[in-house]
Each structure stands twice: as C-alpha cells, then as structure tokens.
C-alpha cells in the first residue's frame, strides 16, 4: 500500500484481496467517469439522514450513508466490497434524497451497478439470476411486464386473485374498453415502427451489448430476434 | 495507521464545492434557451391550462385537453383498472386525448431494478416518446410516477449535459426524430388534482365517510422534487398537495400517519425477484402502520409500483395474522368510483387482491350486482355477440 492509497480500507477487511488494487481503481474510474457523478456527490455531513430514510437499511446489512462516503473518499477497496455486496439491495426510491448536503447515494448506486454490469462482476450475475425473462420482456417488446406474467405459480404469495386472472385472461382483456389494452404478451399494443425505432436505440447507445456481459445466451437471443426483425425492415446493423 | 495526508489534500480538493448542481430552478426556461440556439424542440403547451404550485413555488401549468397518454407498464399489465380509469374521467368531463400505440416504456423500471441500460440509451428512449407524442400534437401527460420522475432527471441530464444532448440528437437522426422535451413534464396526478373542482363538480357518489390514507410515491416527489405540486393548505404544504388534495376535495375523510415518507417497498427488481422483502415492508413499515394508526377503510396512491405492492403484499401476511387487510387503489379508480364508474367494468377491481368489497359498500355500491352486470358483458364477448367491449358499453 503506497502513501496515497493509505485511506483505502485494508483489503483484510474490505475483502477480495485476490483482486488487484489495480483492477478496482479502474472500476471505480469508470465509475467517476459516468457524466452524473458529480451531479451526485457533494460531500458528506455524516449525519444518518440518508440511513434513516432508506427502507434498505431496515432490512439489510446496508447504508447508503457508507456508499456516499466511500465514494468520497475514493475508497476503491471499500467501492469494490460495495459493487460486490451491496449495491443489489437498494431500493432504488431515492428517499436518500433527503441529503441536506445534496448528495444522491441512491444515483451513485445507479452507476456502480451499470458499472457491474458492464464489468460481468459476479454480484450483477446473481443479482439478475432470474430476471432474465423481464429483461428479453422489456427490451424486445417495449413493455416492462404483460398481463401473462400474472400465473400462480410465479406469483403464488399474490393471492388467488391472482390465478383467477389467469384463467380468464383473454376474456377479461377484451371487457377493457381501452384499445391499446386487449393485449396479454404486451402491457399495451405497440406499434412495429415503435419496436423497430426502440432495437436501433438498444443497438447504437451500446445498452444491448450490456447484456453480453451478464448473460451471453439471453444476449444472442435478443441480438438475434432484434437483428432479424430490423434486417426484414432493410436496415443493417 | 498512518495519517494519509496526501489523500485528504485531494479529499479537499474533491469537494470545493461549486455550482449547485442538485436541480435547476427553471427547467423550463432552460429549455426554452436552448431551443433558441437550436440545440433541442420544445413542444410547447398550447391549449387551456390551470396553473399550480410547484414544492418551491415555481407556477407548472397543467394542459386540460388534448393529452397524449404516456401509458404505464404496470398499470396496463396488471392493474388495467388505473389506466381505464384515468381515460374514463378525461372522458367524462369532456376532454379529447391520444391513447398512442407508438409509445414505448421509458424502461425505468428496468433500469432501476437490473442497471442493463444506460444514460444515452435511457434519453433516447424518453426522447423517443416525447417525439412521438410532438408529432400527433397531443401534449404529454404521464400515467407512471417513475417514468414521470425519471424522465425529469432525464430533462435534468440533458439540459446539463452538451455531449449527451450530442449523442441523443445523433441517435434520433438515425430514427428521423429530433431531440423533443416537453415545456413541462407532467404527471397524470397532477392533473386530477388540477381539475380536482371539476371532479367534484361530477360526483355523485358520497365518500365522506370513507377514511383514507394516502400513500405518496417516492419517484413522483423524491427525484427532481422542486417540480412536484405542494399547496401550503394541504399538509401545511409539508407533503405533496397531489391525492390529497383531490380526495379532501371529494370529501373523504383522510386521515395521517407517522411513516408517511416511507417508501411502499417496491424496489424494482425486488418486487420481481426478490419478494421477502417487499412484503415484509410494505406490511410493517406501510399497512400496519396505517391500520394502527389512522384505520382506514383504502389505501389511495398515485403510481403503478405503489398500488401493486401495497396491494399484492397483503395476502401472504394475512397468513401470519398480522394487521392487515385494507383495499389499495389509485386516486384516480376512487375519483372514477365517486363520479358513478362501475367497480368491474371500469376500475376493474377483479385484478386487486385486498378486499375491496367493503369500502364499496361503505360507498353506497352493490358490488354483488355489479358483479352480475360485468359477468352479463363477460357472456357477450363469450358468444360472440361482441369482440371487444367498448367505452358504449361501460357507461
């Protein structure tokens, strides 16, 4: 440990002391180097206003409190123990936002995970164990969830109303006086022209090649339905 | 351990603190400037407005007709009641809007629950819509609070950001758009609780014995919270002024509790995949605290996340007999139920789990023959005698 970096947290004690200091000082520089970052750190009065606010912190080892600090002091052990432990269990409600001193810990938790993912880190990997079916949902249709989703069996803590709407879907989504609403594979009807507008977004801002990191077969799945759909359009990639 | 008096120099340096960067006092403004140098569209607002208060006191004006819905994903697929709902009001006072199948999600939700996307790709998608909606002419109105307030963090990134509004123009020149923000961002909420004297104006239904909590949605106030509606007669203009105010003004009796602030229990990726701590949140931070405090016969909220969850997560606690067992719906079913919507055929209460039957019979409603009446249109669509039903056939 050199003289500049005598503030980190001890690998002993923030962990991973298999992974090069290297590797995470250039994580948290990806990190740094997203353009909100500096919308979101100001510094930090170390009062607890952000732990008190967060429903997180209630339930799990976890402060949004040490997020911002550690950010702040360019604690890359300690970042990287975070990206690896942490960052999953935040509620993403951004009631951290109460910060009297105008930080956004919830925001830095928004690019620390980008920045996991991006990486394949192994927490993103877990933590997105499961979700890939929502994923393939809202990148290939445009819709986050679709009235489909709704069996007992994925929501089976949800009630038996729950499988009521399941057995009549059909039936119940054409009583929807709404016609956009007579889907069941969609929240709503979206046009092709949308799709085919929201695949070459996926493609040029690089948010498709995210995927690869995390999971390569869900990312040959969508590269492919999306690549075909654009090719029967004329347009290439 | 050595003191690192190197760092701490650099500490320092890292936190000469220059321009307050947290939120822009004028959003509007801002963009109004950088159209000017030709660097964005701004749809302008261009029909009737009502003015309201924003938290600072900023004047938002809200656009009364000719809305263009920017649906919510959640709303649509699990709780079609909200959507219609919302239609059916604007329908009832007699105000034309656009219901667009060019419009995506804003994919917030994803965003926020998987982190596989990022800031370019979030812009381009709110930009698409925004474009989308310019070209009907139809004025946005926003039917999620998440896509409502990350899209103003969007508006925020944008305006902030000279290489990101570089990359979305150059990415909307790829799909034929330019860069469109709306003049004001606006939440379907808020305009309920702008017109909420014209609601009143239609009500037929008495709700004044109905005792209400109001839970406000986290990512309608908490992100960019400078542009969210306050009133100081409502909550000392300590809270949002939005589902209060409207339910104060139906006449319903809401009543307060301590932890108001807290989120629903939500969490984005959570409530999809990880429940255990939804429900224990949503149960004992939220509705047992409700119940214990301020006993209320519904739950009313202003988003698609907080319906679900503090709906959904009811049931499984009633297998631990803990104090719950409260209805959950948005302002806007209750408003619809208050201005003589039909429980099923409109605000589509089937989809709900709490029970919902009591606080319609405290309303006056026969739910048993409502229930009747929807299962009769049920047949019909059965026999064929009709595809689809229609807004003819909900009254």
Aim: net charge negative; charged share 25%; proline share 4%.
């Amino acid at each position: 440990m050199t003289q500049t970096d005598a503030h980190y947290k001890r690998p002993q004690v923030a962990g991973y002391a298999d992974v090069p200091l290297a590797e995470k000082e250039r994580l948290f520089e990806q990190v740094k180097s997203d353009i909100r970052f500096g919308d979101y750190l100001y510094g930090c009065y170390e009062c607890g206003i952000c732990v008190a606010a967060c429903p997180s912190a209630r339930f799990y080892d976890f402060s949004p409190r040490r997020i911002a600090q550690a950010a702040a002091r360019e604690d890359a052990e300690l970042i990287y123990q975070q990206m690896q432990e942490d960052i999953w269990e935040c509620s993403q409600c951004f009631s951290c936002l109460r910060c009297p001193r105008g930080n956004n810990p919830g925001g830095i938790i928004t690019i620390m995970r980008e920045v996991a993912v991006n990486n394949g880190l192994a927490s993103a990997k877990e933590a997105l164990m499961g979700y890939s079916r929502i994923i393939y949902k809202i990148m290939s249709t445009g819709t986050q969830v679709s009235p489909d989703m709704l069996q007992p069996d994925a929501f089976p803590d949800w009630g038996p109303e729950t499988s009521d709407v399941s057995v009549n879907l059909d039936l119940w989504r054409r009583a929807l006086p709404p016609e956009t609403l007579h889907t069941t594979s969609t929240g709503w009807a979206v046009a092709d022209k949308t799709l085919i507008e929201l695949y070459l977004i996926w493609f040029h801002t690089g948010a498709l090649d995210m995927i690869a990191e995390v999971d390569p077969g869900l990312h040959a799945i969508l590269a492919e339905v999306m690549e075909e759909r654009l090719e029967e359009e004329g347009i290439e990639i | 351990m050595t003191i690192p008096i190197e760092a701490l120099k650099r500490k320092k340096e890292h936190f000469e603190r220059g321009e307050d960067r947290r939120a822009l006092e004028d959003p509007r403004a801002e963009l109004l400037h950088l159209e000017e140098q030709g660097e964005l569209v701004v749809q302008k607002i261009d029909r009737e407005t009502i003015s309201v208060s924003t938290k600072y006191g900023r004047e938002k004006r809200i656009q009364k007709a000719h809305l263009w819905h920017h649906k919510s994903c959640g709303q649509c697929g699990h709780i079609p009641g909200y959507s219609t709902s919302i239609f059916w009001v604007m329908r009832k006072l007699g105000y034309d809007y656009n219901d667009p199948q060019d419009q995506t999600s804003c994919t917030a939700w994803n965003y926020y629950a998987s982190a596989t996307s990022n800031s370019a790709a979030q812009a381009a998608v709110a930009v698409r819509n925004f474009a989308a909606a310019n070209e009907t002419g139809y004025f946005p109105l926003i039917h999620c609070g998440t896509s409502y307030g990350h899209y103003k963090d969007v508006r925020e990134e944008l305006i902030r950001h000279p290489d990101l509004r570089a990359q979305v123009r150059d990415i909307m020149a790829k799909i034929g758009k330019p860069l469109v923000l709306p003049e004001e961002i606006v939440h379907y909420s808020e305009w309920f609780h702008a017109l909420r004297h014209e609601i009143k104006a239609k009500q037929v239904r008495d709700v004044s014995g109905i005792k209400v909590t109001v839970h406000p949605a986290c990512h309608y106030y908490k992100l960019v919270e400078g542009d969210a509606i306050y009133d100081p007669d409502i909550y000392g203009g300590q809270r949002t002024a939005v589902v209060t105010g409207l339910a104060q003004e139906l006449g319903a009796d809401v009543r307060t509790y301590s932890t108001w602030f807290d989120c629903c229990g939500f969490g984005f990726r959570h409530i999809l995949v990880q429940r255990d701590f939804t429900r224990s949140f949503a149960t004992l931070r939220k509705i047992e605290v409700m119940k214990e405090e301020a006993d209320p016969d519904v739950v009313l909220t202003h988003d698609t996340g907080c319906v679900t969850t503090l709906d959904k997560s009811q049931f499984a606690a009633q297998a631990h007999d803990r104090n719950v067992g409260v209805a959950v719906m948005s302002e806007a079913q209750f408003a619809a139920l208050a201005m003589g919507a039909h429980p099923y055929k409109v605000c589509q209460l089937h989809w709900h789990s709490a029970d919902y039957r009591p606080v319609l019979e405290k309303m006056g409603i026969d739910h048993e023959r409502a229930w009747a009446e929807f299962q009769a249109d049920l047949k019909r669509l059965e026999n064929g005698e009709k595809r689809y039903l229609d807004w003819d056939d909900v009254g």
